[in-house]
């Protein structure tokens, strides 16, 4: 299926033909603001920065567009299950798309490639700690790629409150592809990175289409109390409607959802620490409730870390509510703008008390530890992994970060964010906590399976393994677990159970699926003492981590300024009105003004 090359479309101008796939595959009849402008400016060939608030559409942004001419969109998006998500999405709507990302095996990488080489694929999903590899870049140099979408395009940018040294790499996939115009997206961004998204992609010209981040339904509010559940609980029950509550620990995700339990508040809990069944199962049921319909098995409240955000598509949530500080003002407006997507009236409340100041200054030593206890984390990591010096180079490890902080008496935090730096300055790369595919690997010969006495069940399993798997009796293998079961009609559950079953007769090796961090060597592991912080790595991220805080810090304290004036002209928007609906225009008595 090939859009571009549809006989039944070629008399449309490139107008007409934007709108018709938009009925066509996504059912609606025109555009949000701003799309049109975004679709035409990539689809004439140009380099596009789109600054788009959460919920404005992006994914349409690309979809249209990619549909609209040959070959094949390349997506680089940094959350697996939001990848998939969007995969699904589009092959429900009879679109061929596919991902590669961390645990897939071998064979499962190659038959994408060549599925994009030879099947006619709209768009590939990609992570983009996968560019970090030179045979997937060569293998991706085949394929013929027209465009490049890269979604939370602000993590290219080193001075960005959300960093990640992996998204630097797309600028060799440009290389790649000099032809393919660029699509970066992202919903908050300050001036400084806006300048520095486009330099960092190679943008051919400088083109950015912006939207005003003004969210006129939303009122911002800043509530200083030292009884936080309390001002919580009176919160809920004066706004109706679902609501995201966020805090910043995930044992703290649970303990306040037991809590808004216990005072009658249907609540459940999400962090990145569950499994995404666990995840997928909690969000559909919070996305079930309605206040209209309310049933069991809902939820009206989700208690969440700032791992539950990217792709929601929940439209009535009237509340969010955050009872720790986030470190920036790009985290928080970001978080607050998942309130009232549905253009109704709805709430932003942070909830404050003078004991957060003494925890920002906290997060600053957790965030940066000292650059020597840096250094002893990566000799520490080395040892716990038996990477000798000179060695390790092209090495990738499964690394318990929990059991690695016990066994060597590390404070987790620091530790957590030691590995984070390392990885900026190019000694590893660090991926955390990915949702790995089951692996398998044979102990029996093909031919000396005829001895074993297996169920009709097990013997279905072996025989649909082999079929897919073809090199299990020489090396593991990451089987896609809900694949195979969907194939023999069977749960993944029953599926794990007999391969276990299968493991403890010795007949092969069996790795259940896993929800664990990687920690991959880049360079050799190297002597403790030539281990260098550059400044770009440390001092200034440093000093933009304190002055981002001290702004967050500000928000939160000032009464004088309206919230959502404060919060535009950070984002360069100086010359927005009053809202008349913050806390601190109710106090002033200012009227909205329409």
């Known amino acids: 299926m090939t859009i571009g090359g549809n006989r039944g479309l070629m008399a449309y101008t490139k107008r007409e033909m934007y709108d018709q796939i938009l009925k066509q595959y996504f059912g609606y009849d025109s555009f949000r603001p701003l799309q049109r402008e975004i679709i035409e400016s990539v689809g004439a060939g140009r380099d596009t920065l789109a600054l788009l608030p959460t919920g404005g559409g992006k994914s349409v942004c690309f979809q249209v567009p990619a549909l609209a001419r040959e070959g094949l969109c390349l997506v680089v998006t940094p959350l697996i299950a939001l990848m998939k998500d969007q995969v699904d999405n589009l092959r429900r709507r009879d679109i061929k798309a596919t991902a590669i990302y961390t645990g897939m095996s071998l064979d499962e990488t190659r038959a994408v490639f060549d599925n994009c080489m030879f099947g006619d694929y709209k768009f590939l999903y990609v992570s983009p700690e996968r560019l970090q590899s030179a045979s997937f870049l060569e293998s991706l140099a085949q394929l013929p790629v027209s465009m490049i979408a890269v979604d939370e395009a602000h993590c290219i940018c080193q001075w960005g409150y959300d960093f990640r040294p992996a998204y630097l790499k797309i600028a060799q996939v440009r ?34 289409i912006k939207g005003s981040f003004a969210r006129n339904n939303i009122s911002y509010i800043v509530r200083h109390s030292d009884d936080k559940a309390g001002t919580l609980l009176k919160i809920l029950n004066a706004v109706g409607g679902s609501s995201i509550v966020y805090v910043r620990s995930r044992q703290r995700t649970k303990e306040v959802a037991e809590w808004l339990v216990n005072n009658g508040i249907s609540a459940t809990f999400y962090h990145a620490g569950l499994s995404n069944r666990d995840k997928d199962a909690r969000q559909k049921a919070w996305k079930a409730y309605s206040p209209d319909l309310a049933s069991d098995g809902t939820y009206r409240v989700m208690v969440a870390t700032n791992a539950f955000g990217m792709g929601i598509d929940k439209a009535e949530v009237r509340t969010v509510v955050h009872l720790d500080l986030p470190d920036n003002i790009e985290s928080y407006f970001q978080e607050a703008g998942r309130a009232g997507r549905d253009g109704q009236k709805a709430y932003a409340v942070l909830i404050y008390s003078d004991l957060d100041k003494q925890k920002l200054h906290k997060r600053v030593s957790d965030n940066y530890p000292d650059p020597d206890f840096v250094v002893s984390v990566y000799e520490h990591a080395a040892n716990f992994l038996q990477v000798g010096e000179g060695s390790g180079l092209g090495h990738t490890f499964q690394f318990d970060l929990h059991r690695f902080c016990q066994e060597r008496h590390l404070p987790l935090l620091p530790t957590y964010a030691a590995l984070q730096l390392l990885d900026s300055a190019g000694y590893i790369t660090w991926t955390d906590e990915q949702d790995t595919n089951p692996r398998v690997m044979m102990l029996t010969r093909r031919e000396e399976l005829y001895d074993y006495n297996f169920s009709q069940l097990q013997d279905r399993i072996l025989h649909d393994i082999f079929r897919r798997y073809t090199g299990i009796f020489t090396e593991p293998q990451y089987i896609n677990d809900e694949l195979v079961a969907t194939s023999l009609d069977i749960s993944t559950r029953e599926l794990n159970e007999q391969l276990i079953e299968l493991a403890k007769r010795h007949v092969l090796t069996y790795i259940p699926r896993s929800h664990t961090p990687f920690l991959s060597y880049i360079r050799e592991r190297e002597d403790s003492s030539r281990i260098v912080l550059p400044e770009h790595v440390y001092d200034r991220r440093l000093d933009i981590y304190r002055t981002k805080l001290e702004s967050m810090l500000e928000y939160a304290t000032q009464d004088n300024f309206c919230r959502s004036q404060v919060l535009l002209s950070y984002f360069g928007e100086t010359d927005a009105p009053a809202c008349g609906t913050c806390d601190v225009c109710r106090k002033n008595k200012i009227e909205p003004q329409t």
């Open 175 to 208: 290389e790649l592809f000099a032809d393919a115009p660029v699509l970066a997206l992202t919903a908050t961004a300050t001036p400084d990175v806006v300048d520095d998204i486009q330099e960092r992609l190679l943008f051919r010209e400088k083109n950015v």
